[in-house]
């Protein structure tokens, strides 16, 4: 496989993101909806407002998204994003609605964990996904492009299903037996027993989509993190991998300088370079170079 290209960009003035949308090919025309990836949980990056009016200049409708949080309401990441700076004139869209139940499912083409993957409505229906990534680190290592892809845009059903074992499980010695679970599941995952008044999780009908979680007033649902890190990081790479076979896409990283490259693989390989980063951090970008899901080999050039 030929090498990778990454453009590096050390001064990030106006004029830097015009370039790098011709440098990276991008063919940009009226009225195209361009979905810019962020992460609503963080600052707003200094770079999304200057992409955001180079594509809107270019005749584009760019607009801001991210998908709801796995555990939680789905409208705190709309907070968040007001919270943290996306809202300066940019519209902002949560990518698998509301309720986090919006999603398309996708096949994963040649995966070794998964066969289909979840992502937000919105994401799908955009003719250019462009993701915006300020590598981090989080409990499962390393968050780069393929976290971002993999995870980031996954409906909340999606992150429940790379991020744990199975179905959400019930302790029952916490069960009250309210049955809010069981009122709230819409496909009759969550059950209510009526002579034990205790609750379960019957796996062929559940979802994934955790509203069973957040609906139970004692915490007696939870999530099921039985599982590794490295098949995690190898679900996340099959996702990102699904989302970049179906969807046309680009991604961009700040690092000491902001890098953009059509190949997440690539960048997450770099990220690794630059951060020094252990072995057991680059499961995922290892996982999809196997995958031919891009390549750890590039060259930068300077724009």
């Not at 964990?113 to 992502?119: E, I």
């Not at 915490?219 to 990102?240: C, H, M």
């Not at 370079?273 to 072995?279: A, H, R, V």
């Amino acid at each position: 496989m030929e090498k990778a290209k990454i453009f590096a960009a050390a001064e990030l003035e106006f004029d830097t993101f015009p370039r790098l949308i011709d440098a990276l090919g991008l063919k940009i025309e009226k009225d195209m909806a361009v979905a810019i990836k962020v992460d609503f949980l963080q600052p707003c990056p200094a770079i999304v407002q200057p992409l955001f009016l180079a594509l809107a200049q270019r005749g584009a409708s760019p607009f801001l998204t991210d998908c709801s949080v796995p555990f939680g309401d789905a409208l705190q990441s709309l907070n968040a994003a007001a919270m943290n700076g996306y809202v300066s004139g940019a519209p902002c869209v949560l990518a698998d609605g509301v309720k986090g139940t919006d999603y398309d499912l996708i096949p994963v083409r040649g995966g070794k964990r998964l066969r289909s993957a979840k992502f937000g409505r919105a994401l799908m229906d955009a003719d250019l996904i462009i993701t915006v990534t300020r590598p981090a680190f989080s409990e499962r290592g390393f968050r780069g492009v393929l976290y971002d892809l993999g995870l980031g845009c996954a409906a909340r059903a999606g992150k429940t299903e790379v991020q744990t074992s199975g179905k959400p499980i019930v302790d029952a010695e916490l069960c009250i037996g309210c049955g809010k679970c069981a009122a709230i599941c819409e496909h009759g995952g969550a059950r209510l027993d009526p002579d034990t008044r205790k609750a379960s999780i019957f796996p062929p009908k559940c979802s994934g989509c955790s509203r069973c979680m957040r609906a139970c007033p004692v915490n007696a649902i939870r999530p099921n993190f039985d599982i590794s890190d490295e098949t995690v990081l190898e679900r996340l790479a099959e996702y990102a991998k699904a989302l970049c076979d179906a969807k046309e896409h680009a991604h961009l990283v700040l690092l000491d300088q902001a890098y953009a490259s059509l190949d997440p693989t690539a960048l997450d390989a770099l990220c690794a370079e630059k951060l020094s980063l252990p072995e057991s951090a680059c499961a995922a970008a290892r996982h999809a170079a196997a995958l031919s899901f891009g390549t750890t080999d590039a060259e930068i050039t300077e724009i």
